[in-house]
Nanobody, 124 residues
Framework: QVQLVESGGGLVQAGGSLRLSCVAS????????MGWFRQAPGKEREFVAGINWRGSNTYYEDSMKGRFTISRDNAKNTVYLQMNSLKPEDTAVYYC?????????????????WGQGTQVTVSS
């Protein structure tokens, strides 16, 4: 099993920035696709960003492109989500996920391991 723990969420004003971190433990490996998803109350979990095992390929949902950046540090078993120019619409619980694969998946059902989530609230 792989355990994922997110951190870095909190309350921020519109236009501000946050950096989320996700640390993996257990049977960790750099050969994981890592993804970030988010879920607002009453809505389904949606894809935010993904990164392949080398960090050479990244994918973003269109509304986040140019504002959010996903990266990973395999030596630290950590994936990051840098969020800039935050908007109230970004308010959600953000989840880190890992997939034993080499290609980034866009569906939550493709991922094998999940963190507990971290709350991000953006005020106007």
């Amino acid at each position: 099993q792989v355990q994922l723990v997110e951190s870095g969420g909190g309350l921020v004003q519109a236009g501000g920035s946050l950096r989320l971190s996700c640390v993996a433990s257990g049977r960790t490996s750099s050969s994981y696709v890592m993804g970030w998803f988010r879920q607002a109350p009453g809505k389904e979990r949606e894809f935010v960003a993904g990164i392949n095992w080398r960090g050479s390929n990244t994918y973003y949902e269109d509304s986040m492109k140019g504002r959010f950046t996903i990266s990973r540090d395999n030596a630290k078993n950590t994936v990051y989500l840098q969020m800039n120019s935050l908007k109230p619409e970004d308010t959600a619980v953000y989840y880190c996920a890992a997939d034993i694969a080499y290609r980034v998946g866009l569906r939550s059902s493709e991922y094998d391991y999940w963190g507990q989530g971290t709350q991000v609230t953006v005020s106007s």
